[in-house]
Every structure is written in C-alpha cells, then in structure tokens.
C-alpha cells in the first residue's frame, strides 16, 4: 500500500523559511514526477512545483525565486524549501506523485506577523 507522509509545516512570520518534506513509501517513487500542491482556506488545490523524475524541476510562477523543490530517490523523499515566506503563502501543502490517486493528509503552513 502506498503512503505519503509529509512534515515540516508550521507558523512563520513573513520573510521567514520551512523546509517541507514528503516521504513515499512506494517501490515505484522513482519513475514518476512528483509535485507539490496547496491549497488555501475556502479555495481550490493548486499545483506548485514538481521535481520529475529526470531531477529537472518547474514552479508556478507565483514562488519562482523563492521555493525550491528537490528529490532523494534513494530516500523516497520530496523535499520544498520555501523562502522569504508571504502570507499568500498560507495553505495545506500536499505531495503527489503525477498522474496517479495517492495523495498525503498534508501539513500546514501559516505565514502570518
């Protein structure tokens, strides 16, 4: 069975970083493109960044410069480095590898002074 956990979230005053992680328990992690999405309060989930699984990576424009997505096949792992933090920034942060039904629970992350 396929499970994804991810951590890192939290409170962070604006300017601020976290460090996202998703671990997925998966045989298969390291032939699929793995992305990041989120999704604000009352709004729908959106798509991030993906690391593919040839290590080339893509971001919506709206975190170009500041977020930063890496993979560690050996490890089973996504990671998101966000820096310099927005309050636009608020939401639950999900992983998901593309083109398939597995998704996490998420971890939060709330960008306020």
């Known amino acids: 069975q396929v499970q994804l956990v991810e951590s890192g979230g939290g409170l962070v005053q604006p300017g601020g970083s976290l460090r996202l992680s998703c671990v997925i328990s998966?045989?298969?992690?390291?032939?699929?493109?793995v992305a990041w999405y989120r999704q604000a309060p009352g709004k729908e989930r959106h798509w991030v960044a993906v690391?593919?699984?040839?290590?080339?990576?893509r971001y919506v424009d709206d975190v170009k410069g500041r977020f930063t997505v890496t993979r560690d096949n050996a490890k089973n792992t996504v990671y998101l480095q966000m820096d310099n933090l927005e309050p636009e920034d608020t939401a639950v942060y999900y992983c998901?590898?593309?083109?398939?039904?597995?998704w996490g629970q998420g971890t939060q992350v709330t960008v306020s002074s």
């Open positions: 998901h590898p593309e083109f398939t039904t597995y």
């Open positions: 998966w045989r298969d992690f390291s032939v699929y493109d």
């Open positions: 690391a593919d699984r040839t290590g080339n990576r």
